[in-house]
């Protein structure tokens, strides 16, 4: 298994949490970073956040700066996406992306779907 795999998806009302994984080998999370980016109904995957693999670096987009927050387990080869204060336009497939170049990712998981209810 190469490809990220993520988990912790599903139903959550307005206001609550969810936290979504994201595991793979080491080698498939290389030696840049790991991003989260999603893709609503009917519009363009965009970034969500990123974290270099050291840890040293974290980006998140204007959309959940300070609702997400984004962390990385070395020992579980897991990356982890804390999402509070969820909204209905939150609501999208949530993918992990790996190794990033330049922003772009090289390996891509299936997704997981987030549903926010209002």
């Known amino acids: 298994q190469v490809q990220p795999v993520e988990s912790g998806g599903g139903l959550v009302q307005a206001g609550g949490s969810l936290r979504l994984s994201c595991t793979a080998p080491v080698r498939t999370f290389g030696s840049t970073g790991v991003g989260w980016f999603r893709q609503a109904p009917g519009k363009d995957r965009e970034f969500v956040a990123s974290i270099s693999w050291s840890g040293g670096s974290i980006d998140y987009a204007d959309s959940v700066k300070g609702r997400a927050t984004i962390s990385r387990d070395i020992a579980k080869s897991t990356v982890y996406l804390q999402m509070n204060s969820l909204r209905p336009e939150d609501t999208a497939v949530y993918y992990c992306?790996?190794?990033?170049?330049?922003?772009?990712?090289?390996?891509w998981g299936q997704g997981t779907q987030v549903t926010v209810s209002s």
């Open positions: 992306g790996a190794d990033l170049i330049k922003g772009t990712p090289r390996y």
